[in-house]
């Protein structure tokens, strides 16, 4: 299949790496002590260019929070091609990629060439997951029907070729976990970008699933994703961005981007009443084994 080059792409491959970010890993944090640089487990990096966002700017934002690798998200056909390219070519940070269909776009977007997809990467290393997968009934309520169907075909590739499930869930948690206990047995799960109650969360916990949090809990109106948040396990908690959507206070209403993911996690760990470098090396460790890589 032809990839696709997108603007900015190619100078990701640059050998002017920051020094920040190196080594990839064992680096010094952001507070000096020697760990693993954080992770944005979840990100459209393609999207944040497109809205004009230079690799400098990113990449200095990123070393400025010690953040050292991302989860590409290749959601629909254009971006998967380019997640798979940018983790095969970048020098600037560690990528990883995922292949999935939006539930966005279920019903205007062929699901074929990403199930096809699926299977001509399952022995590629970069490919960490499937996703994101799901259903959304906020915007796309009248389309439930082929979202589900979507989901299904999904469900049962990542079960195939050995891979985990990303999940975005929006006002349509009954239906998910529905189809997740009835096709997703065994498979590693995680929510993308959790936003809903605590009563939801302890659901989806009891079946094994990975919460991941991004910058709406820091919003000031999310009292109920904070509440979830506070009793969220420490094994199962994942931050990322969602980049370019739902920058976190202090940069809510800005061009979202992956170092951004730092600020979430100090606002986490201030919620919780935690140590900002324990709840990062717990979120590190969780992405890494949901993921395993």
């Known amino acids: 299949m032809e990839l696709v080059d997108i603007q900015d792409l190619k100078s990701w491959g640059s050998n002017a790496v920051p020094v920040q ?47 050292g690798t991302i989860v590409e998200i290749g959601a629909d056909k254009a971006a998967m091609l380019w997640a798979r390219t940018l983790a095969h070519t970048s020098k600037l940070i560690d990528v990883y990629y995922t292949i999935g269909h939006h539930p966005g776009e279920a019903s205007t977007e062929d699901s074929a060439f990403g199930l096809k997809f699926i299977e001509e990467n399952k022995d590629d290393p970069r490919f960490v997951a499937v996703g994101e997968i ?46 997740l206990k009835a096709e997703a047995e065994g498979i590693p799960t995680l929510i993308h970008c959790f936003t809903g109650t605590k009563p939801e969360m302890e659901e989806f916990l009891a079946m094994g699933c990975y919460i ?10 999310a009292t109920a994703l904070q509440e979830a948040a506070k009793v969220c396990p420490l094994d199962r908690m994942l931050i990322e961005t969602d980049a370019p959507f739902l920058a976190p206070i202090p940069h809510r209403g800005k061009i979202n981007q992956p170092g951004y993911v730092k ?9 919780r009443g935690e140590d900002a470098a324990t709840l990062a090396a717990a979120c590190t460790a ?7 890589f």
């Open 21 to 67: 970010l190196r080594p990839r890993v064992h680096s010094g944090s952001p507070g000096g002590n020697p760990t693993e640089l954080l992770i944005d487990s979840h990100c459209h990096l393609d999207m944040v260019i497109e809205r004009g966002l230079g690799v400098e700017e990113v990449t200095n934002t990123l070393a400025d929070n010690g953040v």
């Open 134 to 179: 799901g259903l959304d009934y906020h915007y796309y309520a009248d389309q439930a029907d082929i979202q589900k169907r979507v989901f299904i075909d999904f469900v049962r590739a990542a079960r195939r070729v050995n891979r985990g499930i990303a999940l975005h869930t929006r006002d349509a948690h009954a239906d998910t976990v529905s189809i």
């Open 286 to 292: 969780n992405t890494r084994a949901f993921y395993r």
């Open 263 to 271: 600020h979430t996690l100090d606002f986490l760990a201030k919620l």
């Open 212 to 221: 991941s949090f991004s910058g709406i809990v820091t919003f000031k109106n």
